[in-house]
């Protein structure tokens, strides 16, 4: 039963990256009984399933049919959503003051500091819902908190070490943090994104930020920052997965493409556990030198794959520029899409070479797979070093002097996984996905901590 006492509204990065588990988020919300309006640019909204009970309030970032512009102009489609949506974030609030249904509190989600700008200058309680490992968020808490410095110098051993954090090097470093901060760095937008988080979290008393991991997770990293009270409610991944309250939840209804290739009736016709699953997230259009050397790797591993591969922001299908196409299609199946989580159950999955994105990290934990780690950016770089070093379920593959992941060095780490020197991997994996589900049942940490934010904070 909705109470009329508690509207949030749940401001979300136009990301497909962030939108997934939001809307996984915004379902749990629901199931407390807290009424909901969503709010994200129009081209991501109109990419959303209608969800029952759940209001959308889209705006237009001056991109409707999406952002299709070169990498290093990105930056421009930032400062278009933040300045775009924070004027539509205090209409929206003024126009629900105005008709006697408030907003109660302001949910927004990482890289979003200035939605919490609005909240404040509106006097709207607001709570950061981070979408990253509670690791990362550390780790840029230390960064922007005085320490920058020490991580530029990592010390007398080449690493870095606080408490509540494995020691780094810079090859762990989040890549926004590589960012030479100049006018023309086509990462200057996120470094600075990320250091109006901190600066927003910094200037709260005691801020409570709820995190998309959970407590046995990330223990450490979780308490490590003692002004910070980091709440752990994931994995944010659908109840069929999980939890099993709703079985009629199988994906995150944040994509409307259809399924491809009769994928899933592939992988019936594959032995258990045989089946390399291959994806790089949302916005990877791989280098053809980079695709070239997944491809070989994968032809000298001789095993089965299923490879997600996405056209070009051209139109190009990257296959037909591989110069193993042949021994490649008859080896496994390439595919534009597919519902990842699916597939990751599937039993014919033995292992998943990912570019670790938050997402796919804590789909593999949660669904018990081993992997391959491939990071490009962001967090994918720690999270890489994390599933190898902390939850040892997987191996990160190591770039050549030139930075090129060679096919040799991917067919290795594919056997490791895949073959006897990975069973001890394989025998963490399935007990990480043992934890993620208790996490979420109703005596579970996670469970328990959305349903205390929602008792003490949303509805006091």
């Known amino acids: 039963m909705m109470r009329d006492d508690c509207h949030v509204l749940l401001v979300i990065f136009p990301g497909q990256g962030q939108i997934n588990p939001c809307l996984q988020f915004a379902k749990r919300l629901l199931n407390f009984g807290v009424r909901l309006t969503l709010s994200t ?234 089946v390399i699953y291959l994806a790089f997230g949302s916005y990877s259009d791989l280098p053809t030198t980079m695709a070239e050397q997944i491809a070989q790797g994968l032809v000298e591993s001789k095993m089965p794959f299923l490879w997600v591969l996405r056209e070009t922001a051209n139109g190009e299908k990257p296959e037909e520029k591989l110069r193993c196409k042949k021994e490649l299609e008859k080896q496994g199946k390439i595919v534009r899409w597919c519902t990842q989580v699916e597939v990751l159950q599937h039993p014919a999955i033995g292992c998943f070479l990912t570019h670790c994105g938050w997402n796919s990290t804590i789909e593999s934990l949660a669904l018990g797979i081993p992997v391959v780690a491939f990071p490009l950016w962001s967090d994918q770089i720690c999270n890489a070093k994390l599933l190898q070093d902390a939850w040892k379920i997987g191996v990160r593959v190591k770039a050549n002097e030139d930075g090129i992941v060679e096919a040799r060095e991917l067919k290795r780490c594919i056997e490791c996984v895949m073959g006897e020197e990975g069973a001890e991997l394989r025998k963490n994996a399935m007990n990480w996905r043992e934890l993620a589900k208790s996490s979420m049942k109703e005596n579970g940490s996670s469970y328990l901590n959305l349903k205390a934010y929602v008792n003490d904070v949303l509805l006091n």
Request: aromatic share 12%.
């Open 41 to 274: 640019t129009l081209f991501a909204i109109r990419r959303i399933s209608a969800i029952p009970g759940i209001d959308f309030a889209p705006f237009s970032d001056g991109y409707d049919d999406g952002y299709k512009g070169p990498a290093d102009g990105f930056c421009h489609l930032y400062d278009s959503v933040k300045a775009r949506g924070s004027e539509h974030v205090a209409n929206l609030v003024k126009a629900k003051a105005a008709e006697g249904t408030p907003f109660t509190r302001i949910i927004f989600t990482t890289l979003m500091a200035w939605v919490g700008e609005v909240a404040r200058s509106l006097q709207v309680p607001a709570t950061l819902l981070w979408i990253q490992p509670a690791t990362v968020l550390n780790i840029y808490y230390y960064y922007f908190s005085g320490f920058q410095d020490l991580f530029r110098s990592c010390g007398e051993n080449g690493v870095v070490e606080f408490p509540g954090l494995p020691a780094l090097a810079p090859t762990d470093f989040p890549s926004f943090m590589l960012s030479k901060t100049t006018t023309n760095n086509v990462l200057d937008w996120g470094i600075q994104a990320m250091k109006d988080q901190i600066d927003l979290i910094n200037s709260e008393e005691n801020p409570k930020i709820l995190v998309n991991t959970f407590d046995d997770l990330e223990v450490d990293a979780l308490r490590a920052i003692k002004k910070l009270t980091l709440i752990g409610i994931g994995p944010l991944v659908p109840s069929a997965y999980l939890d099993r309250k709703d079985p009629s939840d199988t994906s995150f209804g944040g994509d409307l493409r259809e399924k491809s290739d009769n994928y899933i009736e592939w992988l019936d016709s594959q032995p258990m556990s045989s």
